[in-house]
Nanobody, 111 residues
């Protein structure tokens, strides 16, 4: 059974950085796309970034240039490096693989 566990969220000031991790288990994910989504308070869940298994990446325009998605296939782990964080980035961040979802990790950007 596929399990996804996100970590790395927290409270950070505007302009700060966080690195999220998503530990995946249950199968080998090296040949699958892996993605990050987020849900801000009172809003629908939205796409953040995707790491294609062929090495391609794609970002939501709102985070492009500030966030970097990466993966370590040997560790079955997906990452999201978030820099220059803004209050609008406050949300629960979810990892998604093959239709499965993690429980999410809270990111709060506030002074």
């Amino acid at each position: 059974q596929v399990q996804l566990v996100e970590s790395g969220g927290g409270l950070v000031q505007p302009g700060g950085s966080l690195r999220l991790s998503c530990a995946a288990s249950g199968r080998n994910f090296s040949a699958t796309n892996m993605a990050w989504y987020r849900r801000a308070p009172g809003k629908e869940r939205e796409f953040v970034a995707i790491s294609g298994y062929l090495g391609t990446t794609l970002y939501n325009q709102a985070v492009k240039g500030r966030f970097t998605i990466s993966r370590d296939n040997a560790k079955n782990t997906l990452y999201l490096q978030m820099n220059s964080l803004e209050p609008e980035d406050t949300a629960i961040y979810y990892c998604s693989v093959l239709g499965f979802w993690g429980q999410g990790t809270q990111v709060t950007v506030s002074s």
